[in-house]
């Protein structure tokens, strides 16, 4: 089955500064890569996604890159802010195996003000 | 209007009852999620329903069983709870079973005591 790994765990920046974080995944057969922010006590919440067919995504401050030779994405977050300060999952979802989206383990990302 | 509900938001219970958490989705998406929250805040897909069919069970034990009765309504019953269950338990939809434009519901914190 699919295997996602993402690092790092925990992120720490200064506000204004960017954040990356990355994942790999495994099934060459995935094709979806969505990412999702989760506020602390929230749901998580989609903030922005990739398909196989490209290899860059932006919508403004945020931005994902996709290697499908390498097998693997990137978010990008840039110029921080504390209300960026959350965790974030990568996923990887294969349609050959009902859709299943396979999620990373997520990162802490604190911005300090 | 919430576009994915789930209730209750609560739920603490002694081990060994049976329980249910409801959810209902308006955004007429047709595939709709059971997912676990662990502790350690590891999302893990139990179950996925396209348009009322099961298409992913997990490895979960049999005391879980999901019911779909349309596939705007996606229900979890657990019975004989134990104290590893305890969890947030997030429903979600998206608009196909490719998991695109996935929206969570706001969870239900178990708590078994």
Redesign the interface.
């Given at each position: 089955g699919e295997n996602v790994e993402q690092h790092p765990s925990t992120l720490s920046v200064q506000e204004g500064d960017s954040a990356v974080i990355k994942c790999t995944y495994s099934d060459s057969a995935s094709n979806?890569f969505?990412w999702?922010k989760?506020e602390l006590g929230?749901?998580?919440?989609?903030i922005i996604?990739i398909r196989s067919n490209v290899g860059e995504k932006k919508d403004q401050r945020i931005a994902v890159t996709l290697n499908k030779t390498a097998k693997h994405f990137s978010l990008h977050i840039t110029e921080t802010q504390p209300e960026d300060s959350a965790?974030y999952?990568c996923?990887a979802?294969s349609?050959t195996n009902?859709?299943?989206?396979?999620?990373g383990?997520?990162t802490t990302l604190t911005v300090k003000p | 209007d919430t576009a994915v509900s789930q209730t209750p938001k609560y739920l603490v219970t002694q081990m060994g009852n049976d329980k249910s958490i409801k959810c209902e989705q308006n955004l007429g998406h047709d595939t709709m999620y059971w997912y676990k929250q662990d502790s350690k805040k590891f999302l893990k897909i139990m179950f996925s329903y396209n348009n009322k069919e099961l298409i992913i069970n997990e490895t979960v034990p049999n005391r879980f069983s999901p019911k779909s009765p349309d596939k705007a309504h996606l229900n979890l019953h657990i019975n004989s709870l134990e104290l590893g269950d305890s969890a947030v338990y997030f429903c979600a939809s998206s608009q196909t079973y490719l998991g695109v434009n996935k929206f969570f519901g706001s969870g239900t914190r178990l708590t078994v005591v």
């Open positions: 979806y969505p999702y989760q929230k749901r998580p919440q989609l996604d965790v999952f996923a979802t349609n009902a859709g299943k989206s396979t999620f383990d997520g | -």
